[in-house]
C-alpha cells in the first residue's frame, strides 16, 4: 500500500440471503482527503460506511487502515471516529463528559483527558458549553459537540455518515464549511455520506457515485459534473438535458464524434470515453450551458435542437425554461430574467450548444475500475 493511502477497500460485497447490498467495491482514500460517497438511498452508501467501522462484517473482500487489515476487529479497536445523523449524545451528560466518553473507554489518564477535551472545545467553539446538557444545545451546536467526540480520541480515519441532513438550510450551510475547514485543519483522511449532491460537490476532494451497491464513477467534484461517464452520473448531480442518440461516428484526434438524434439530426459530440459505432447513447447538456433562440436555427458546429416551450419558471435573476424537443425528448434551459430573454407557453425555439458542452454518456453499463483511481 502506498505511503499516502490511509484507507483501501479491495472487493468488498455485502450480501443479505440472495440482496445484494454492495457488489465488487474498490476504493482507496488518501492522507489528509475528503471523499463522499454519494448516491440515492439503498444504493449501499451507508453500508459500505458501516463497514469500514465494523457494525457490518462484509460477505467478501478486504480493509485496510494504515497497513492493517480490519475485517474481524471490532468497532473499538479500529481507531476510527464515527459522527452519526442523529447525534447519538448522551442526555444525561455535560458536553465535556460526552466528548471525554472516548477517552475513558481507552483508559486515558484524567489530566490528559481534561487537556484534550478543553482543546477540542476550543477549536469546535464550544468551551464556553462544557457544562452544559444536550438538551440545552441547538441543531449545530449538538453536531459540533458529536464532532467533538469523534476527533479527540485522534483517529486514523474520520467518517461521516449524513451529519447535517436533520438541520435547516441556512445551518447546513455554515456547518458544511466548519467541517471541511476543521478536517483541513487536522488533515484527517474523511469519508462523508450524503444523497445531497450540492454538499458533495462543495466539500469533497473526490466524490464516489454510487447506484445499486456498486461505484459508477469516482473523480473530483469538477470531472463529476464535467465529464460523467455514465447516464445514471450525469442524471444524478444537477440538473440535465438528454437527447436519445445513436453514436454515427466514434472520436476523433480532439475526442469529438458525431451522432444522430432521436429526431434525425446528426450533430456533433464530445466523448470522454471509447465507445462504438452504432451505440445507443444520450447525449447530456447542462442547462446553464445552453442557450435558446426564437424560431428554428442551425449553424455549422453548433447543436440546434427545435422544440416547443412547455414553461417557464421565474427563480428571481434567472428563469428555467421547459421545452418539448424534436423527436420527444424534453429538454431544460436557464437563461437570465430580463426582457430579452422572455419566452411564452408554446413558442418555437431551439436550444443551442456548443459540442464541447455536448456529452455523449451511454445509456447504462457500470463503469469497472473506475473506484480504484
Known amino acids: ?18 440482496t445484494v447490498a454492495v457488489e465488487k467495491l474498490d476504493l482507496a482514500v488518501e492522507e489528509g482527503e475528503f471523499v463522499t460517497l454519494l448516491g440515492p438511498s439503498g444504493c449501499g452508501k451507508t453500508t459500505t460506511l458501516g463497514v469500514v467501522a465494523g457494525f ?26 464515527v459522527v452519526f445523523q442523529d447525534y447519538a449524545l448522551f442526555p444525561h451528560m455535560t458536553v465535556a463528559q460526552n466528548v471525554a466518553f472516548g ?16 482543546e477540542i472545545l476550543s477549536l469546535v467553539r464550544l468551551g464556553e458549553f462544557a457544562d452544559r446538557h444536550p438538551q440545552h444545545l441547538s441543531g449545530g451546536q449538538r453536531q459540533r459537540v ?34 471541511v475547514g476543521l478536517q483541513r485543519q487536522l488533515g484527517i483522511a474523511t469519508i462523508f455520506v450524503t444523497h445531497d449532491q450540492t454538499e458533495a460537490l462543495v466539500m469533497s476532494d473526490r466524490i464516489a457515485v454510487m447506484k445499486d451497491g456498486r461505484i459508477e464513477q469516482v473523480d473530483t467534484p469538477h470531472g463529476i459534473y464535467e465529464k460523467p461517464v455514465t447516464k445514471f452520473v450525469a442524471e444524478f448531480i444537477g440538473s440535465m438535458t438528454f437527447v436519445r442518440a445513436e453514436l454515427v461516428e466514434p472520436a476523433d484526434e480532439e475526442g469529438f464524434g458525431t451522432a444522430r438524434t432521436a429526431g434525425g439530426r446528426i450533430v456533433p ?65 436557464e437563461t437570465v430574467a430580463d426582457e430579452s430573454q422572455t419566452f411564452t407557453r408554446g413558442e418555437e425555439v431551439s436550444l443551442l450548444a456548443e459540442r464541447q458542452d455536448c456529452v455523449a454518456v451511454p445509456d447504462s453499463a457500470t463503469v469497472d475500475g473506475a473506484a480504484s483511481d
Open 1 to 18: 500500500m502506498p505511503d499516502n493511502v490511509v484507507l483501501r477497500l479491495s472487493g468488498i460485497e455485502v450480501r443479505y440471503g440472495l
Open 56 to 81: 457490518f462484517e462484509p460477505s467478501a473482500g478486504e480493509v485496510v487502515l494504515g497497513g492493517k487489515p480490519l475485517v474481524g476487529l471490532p468497532p473499538f479497536r479500529r481507531n476510527i471516529g
Open 146 to 179: 458529536a464532532l467533538a467526540r469523534a476527533l479527540v480520541i485522534r483517529p486514523r480515519l474520520l467518517l461521516l455518515d449524513e451529519p447535517l441532513s436533520n438541520l435547516d438550510l441556512k445551518l447546513r450551510e455554515e456547518l458544511r464549511l466548519e467541517i
Open 269 to 333: 459530440v464530445r466523448l470522454d470515453r471509447a465507445m462504438a459505432r452504432g451505440l445507443p447513447v444520450s447525449i447530456a447538456i447542462r442547462p446553464e450551458k445552453a442557450r435558446l433562440v426564437r424560431g428554428n436555427f442551425t449553424s455549422n458546429g453548433i447543436v440546434s435542437l427545435p422544440g416547443r416551450v412547455v414553461s417557464v419558471a421565474y427563480l428571481g435573476s434567472r428563469q428555467e425554461v421547459r421545452l418539448d424537443l424534436e423527436g420527444g425528448d424534453r429538454g431544460m434551459v
Open 103 to 118: 477517552l475513558k473507554m481507552r483508559k486515558v489518564s484524567t489530566p490528559e483527558i481534561e487537556r484534550r477535551v478543553r
